[in-house]
């Protein structure tokens, strides 16, 4: 059973780094799709970005977040610079068992993480 376990997450001021880490077990790691999405109080889940096969980088975000893996530590990273109030979210990890895919939409992945909060607050 694959399990992901996200941390990182934190109060942090406006104009502030975070970078995410998620680590997971129960799959084959390299053979893996890995993503990160957020989700605010009454919104949808939003993608973010994805890495496997392809590597993307949502557009409301592009320029500040980058998104990283290290295959030996099974773990994916998320980089956060500047962030802003509307950053305030739960984000989570997931993983897909196929490396090629889009890894743009949510139903793609199989797994997801329990979600690290992020508050951007002054």
């Known amino acids: 059973q694959v399990q992901l376990s996200e941390t990182g997450g934190g109060v942090v001021q406006p104009g502030s780094s975070l970078r995410l880490s998620c680590v997971m077990s129960?799959?084959?790691?390299?053979?893996?799709?890995m993503g990160w999405f957020r989700q605010a109080p009454g919104k949808e889940r939003e993608f973010l970005a994805t890495?496997?096969?392809?590597?993307e980088i949502a557009d409301s975000v592009k320029g500040r977040f980058t998104i990283s893996r290290d295959n030996a530590q099974s773990t994916v990273y998320l980089q956060m610079t500047n962030l802003k109030p509307e950053d305030t979210a739960v984000y989570y990890c997931?993983?897909?068992?196929?490396?090629?895919?889009?890894?743009?939409?949510?139903?793609?992945?199989?797994?997801w993480g329990q979600g690290t909060q992020v508050t951007v607050s002054s």
């Open positions: 997931a993983t897909s068992p196929y490396f090629y895919v889009n890894g743009i939409v949510a139903a793609e992945y199989d797994g």
């Open positions: 129960g799959r084959t790691f390299t053979r893996s799709t």
């Open positions: 890495t496997g096969g392809f590597t």
